[in-house]
């Protein structure tokens, strides 16, 4: 089982949701969707929440570009970043572990490849429907996604994405291949 720690609000996250099915569907892998909050993780391991429009981010733009043409996937980076997803996650970490693969991907391209913006709770009632946004006001879900981050941190993680094959950590769209390679062993030696 592929565990897949994200934050819609992860760029490269979303590269890698593109790319985590064909992955899986390759190696007769099971993929548990656990969305999480990156700005939790970012505060517990010291990591800087906001980027000014310096070297690092300017050079993240053009990677994340390059990352796009190579996959063929579009990418328009929001005019707001980091993008506050706490509603967005909220609604994923409530939803069934069946639909959360498909629920997420409505939300990772609407924002990255159409650009809304779903910190807006119009646009994200829009993309997930009433009953979704209306579930957010039980609390539930914060307590959710404040355990899975803990789970997360606990384990490792200290950014978006993050698989886990058993114990071992892959950061990174950029690791997947990693990824593949422990589970083809693991394979071989079981």
Do not use: C
């Not at 548990?32 to 993240?60: I, T």
């Not at 609604?91 to 650009?115: K, Y």
């Not at 307590?143 to 071992?168: H, N, W, Y």
């Amino acid at each position: 089982m592929i565990e897949f720690f994200y934050d819609i609000g992860s760029p490269y996250s979303y590269l890698a949701s593109e790319r985590i099915g064909a992955l899986a569907e390759r190696t007769d892998s099971k993929v548990w969707w656990r969305p999480f909050l990156l700005s939790g993780v970012f505060r517990e391991v010291g990591a800087d929440l906001g980027m000014s429009l310096g070297p690092q981010q300017r050079n993240m733009v053009r990677d994340l570009g390059r990352w796009a043409e190579r996959l063929g996937l579009p990418l328009r980076f929001p005019t707001v970043f980091p993008v506050p997803t706490a509603d967005a996650m909220g609604v994923l970490v409530l939803a069934d572990r069946a639909d959360r693969a498909n629920l997420s991907h409505v939300l990772f391209r609407a924002l990255w490849a159409e650009g809304r913006d779903i910190s807006d709770l119009s646009v994200l009632e829009d993309l997930v429907g009433k009953e979704r946004i209306a579930s957010l006001k039980q609390g539930e879900a914060k307590v959710k996604l404040e355990r899975i981050t803990q789970e997360a941190i606990a384990r490792g993680a200290f950014g978006s994405p993050s698989f886990f094959l058993g114990d071992s950590l892959f950061f990174g769209n950029d690791r997947l291949d990693f990824l593949e390679e422990a589970i083809r062993r693991s394979e071989t030696v079981g």
